[in-house]
């Protein structure tokens, strides 16, 4: 799930056989993203929008997720702002290439309610490229309850590894 080059709305629902869907949290005009945003948000041309959407299916949270996007890509690119990504980026059938930058654990209180279990949470971030161009900054975090589908996914040991320092 972390180091697929498919959509993660597309395979939650294959996995959990039942429709999933997002629901739009927000979608605005970013003035903080240096502060806040990957470091990968500097090759996309700026003003940049941030959208953040829960993927759910039957009132569960499975991810959140956030994007950024330049404006004038947004506006071309999600015409259906209440629907996946994967789903705005498929209709014409252009080629998309998928890059993950970075695997990571999150910890956060608001999203340990969210998901109703404790953190740590697995995360990701990637990039969207089409014509050779980075498209869109995706940061995925994911719900512990997958677990229960995709199987144990080694947190523990992996925090016992993972430093901040690095």
């Known amino acids: 799930m972390l180091l697929g080059d498919g959509s993660p709305t597309r395979h939650l629902q294959l996995l959990t056989n039942q429709e999933t869907k997002i629901k739009l949290i927000s979608m605005q005009l970013d003035p903080l993203f240096i502060e806040e945003g990957p470091k990968e948000l500097n090759q996309l041309n700026s003003p940049l929008i941030r959208r953040q959407v829960w993927i759910k299916n039957n009132n569960k949270n ?76 995706i940061r995925e975090v994911f719900n512990p309850h997958l677990e229960s589908l995709l199987g144990y996914s080694g947190i523990k040991e992996f925090t016992k590894l993972y430093s901040s320092s690095s």
């Open 62 to 137: 499975l991810a959140w997720a956030e994007s950024w996007w330049n404006s004038e890509q947004a506006n071309k690119n999600l015409k259906a702002k209440e629907e996946p990504i994967w789903k705005n980026l498929t209709q014409d059938r252009s080629e998309l290439f998928r890059e993950v930058d970075r695997i990571s654990l999150v910890n956060s209180n608001w999203l340990e309610d969210q998901f109703s279990f404790k953190g740590p949470f697995w995360s990701r971030n990637y990039r969207f490229f089409r014509d050779k161009k980075p498209l869109t900054i």
